[in-house]
């Protein structure tokens, strides 16, 4: 069993946002103990952190990360094939946006005024 402190120190989580997954119910302790009620966290709660910030890295927002997590392993396939999709159309829109400014650049550079040289 692990505290916050050493889950914040392993996983480079700041507290803040381990008592946000905490507060959503994306990552609750173990058990608490001790009069302060203390949380702690066992190896296998310390696992599905490292699975939340993998699936963060890999651009997934909080509530696809929670659908999966709670998901049987057959529906979590299909919510992260879903979730890839949404980021390939966010790229595909990027990609967009990045060749329309790529020609207002080219634009702009046709356009200056030679006094501005």
Request: proline share 4%.
């Amino acid at each position: 069993m692990k505290s916050v402190h050493e889950v914040c120190a392993i996983t480079h989580v700041t507290r803040k946002r381990l008592y946000y997954y905490d507060h959503i119910g994306l990552l609750k302790p173990t058990r608490r103990v001790g009069p302060q009620k203390t949380k702690m966290y066992n190896a296998k709660a310390i696992a599905r952190l490292e699975t939340i910030l993998k699936l963060q890295e890999a651009g997934l927002k909080i509530q696809e990360i929670h659908r999966i997590l709670d998901a049987a392993p057959p529906l979590q396939k299909h919510l992260l094939k879903e979730a890839a999709e949404r980021l390939y159309r966010e790229r595909d829109s990027l990609n967009i946006k990045i060749r329309h400014m790529e020609e207002l650049i080219a634009y702009a550079d046709h356009t200056e005024d030679p006094a501005d040289q």
